[in-house]
Every structure is written in C-alpha cells, then in structure tokens.
C-alpha cells in the first residue's frame, strides 16, 4: 500500500516522516501519473494560493478531482482543508483553484497572520480516543483557516472554542457569536478528512491512523501505533502562543526533521 503527499509546497516531508513512522509507503506527488496506484493521498499545510497556482501549472486539478470522485481518501491539514472546500472566503484577489468535495465554507486566514499562530489542548473525537491516547490532542495552528460553516453530511471532529471578544474577521463575529463562540477545525465527509491544524507537526500519530483506516480494506496495511505520547501538561481550550513560531519544524529544513 502507498500513500500520496502532495509535494508541490508546504509541510509535506513532515507528513512523510509520520507515515513511515506508521509503516507505510510514502510518495511524493508531482504529477498527475504519480497518483496512479495510489490507496489515499494528503494534502499538507502550506501557502494555498501558492499550492492551487503550482497545481494548476502542472496540470494536477483535473487528475486530483478524478482522484476524489473515485472514492479514494484524501486529507487536507490547514491549506489542504482549504482546497477540499466547495467554497472558500478571505481568499486573496482573484481567488484560487478549489478541488471541493467538501460540503463547507472556509475562512482561509480566520485566526490571522504568522504572528498569530499558537497551539492548544482539544478534545479528542471518538475516533481518535478509539485509537488509544489520551482524552485530548494537541492542535498546532499557523495562520489557520477555520471552517465557518458545514452542511448536514459533514461530520464535525473537533471545534474550537473562542477567548471573549476574539474572532478570525469582523464579519464573521456574528456568526460565531450564534454558534457559541466556536469555529470547526476537523471534519470528515465521506472519502475526504479535513483538519485545520497540523498533526504531523507533533509525535501524536493518531490523526496519520485515522486517515489509514478510511483507506480501501483490500489495500490497507496493519497501522502500527506510535508508542511515543506528549507528556508535557495539557489545558483543554487554552491558547497558548507560540514563543517563536519559527521554532515549528515546518519552518526549519525537514530533511533533519527528528520526531522525538
């Protein structure tokens, strides 16, 4: 079994490390005779404009979207959630490429600039504690889209809970006000898992296995579970900003990238 990481731009050697960690072939995604073969493909974090504009120029769109519309997995983390929306907001003029699928509207900088990534302690869904784990995760966001609102066959993972008076745009401040002062950031709809923050970016395996189990049974593979777990203090719902977002491996050259 082989897996598919979207390799144009973005955080795409972490999502590497982690399945080869997990057991799993990992390849590298280019061209669109690179998707043949393929059991399930992830869409990293990175520039979604930038991503959608190199897609476009190497003539990926047309091949991802037969891709999706064979049933076969994919995974967007943060500008990856962004190009599975079916509708996109915040976008920059003249917007961007979307491979939709994905029944929800998109804020695509709801928390923000660089400056304002951070990181907290969420829940864990019921898939994600079936896995084994503790009770929560740690979500990393960095210059996060948000997922402002979903239709009726979305399955909604994990929503975050707003500080008073903070919210992605002032537009949006209404809307969030009705819905409790929370935003969705992981949602899955049939083939297509969608999440707003970055797992690769930490030892947490969990979300990496999630995605394997939706992957076809005649090619799946046993999933090893990862055996390290975080154990620095979690607070549930707490944002903590970073202390310099450069510190993400994301920001470093991931070839050294070591997962400890």
């Not at 003249?94 to 928390?111: I, M």
């Not at 083939?191 to 076809?216: I, Q, V, Y």
Request: proline fraction near 5%.
């Amino acid at each position: 079994m082989a897996v598919g990481v979207l390799a144009l731009q973005g955080s795409f050697k972490e999502h590497i490390v982690a399945l080869k960690k997990l057991g799993v072939e990992a390849v590298e995604v280019r061209k669109p005779e690179q998707l043949i073969g393929l059991a399930g493909l992830i869409i990293p974090g990175g520039e979604s404009t930038t991503m959608a504009k190199l897609a476009e120029e190497y003539s990926l769109i047309p091949a991802l979207k037969e891709f999706a519309s064979g049933g076969k997995p994919i995974w967007g983390t943060c500008a990856g959630l962004i190009f599975l929306a079916d509708k996109a907001v915040g976008q920059k003029s003249g917007g961007q490429a979307l491979l939709g699928g994905l029944d929800c509207t998109v804020h695509r900088n709801f928390f923000g600039s660089q400056l304002n990534s951070f990181e907290t302690e969420l829940p864990a869904p019921a898939a994600l504690t079936e896995l084994g784990g503790t009770e929560s995760f740690r979500a990393v966001f960095i210059r996060a889209p948000a997922i402002v609102d979903a239709g009726p066959d979305v399955d909604v993972l994990a929503a975050l809970e707003l500080p008073s008076g903070e919210s992605g745009a002032s537009s949006l401040e209404k809307k969030t006000e009705e819905k409790g002062k929370k935003v969705i950031v992981a949602v899955r709809q049939g083939n297509l898992l969608a999440t707003a923050f970055h797992p690769e970016l930490t030892s947490d395996s969990r979300w990496h296995s999630l995605f394997l189990k939706m992957l076809p049974k005649g090619g799946k593979a046993e999933v090893q579970q990862a055996k390290e777990q975080e154990t620095e203090e979690q607070v549930v719902r707490v944002l903590r900003p970073f202390t310099d977002p450069k510190d993400l491996p994301v920001f470093r050259d991931s070839s050294f990238l070591v997962f400890e």
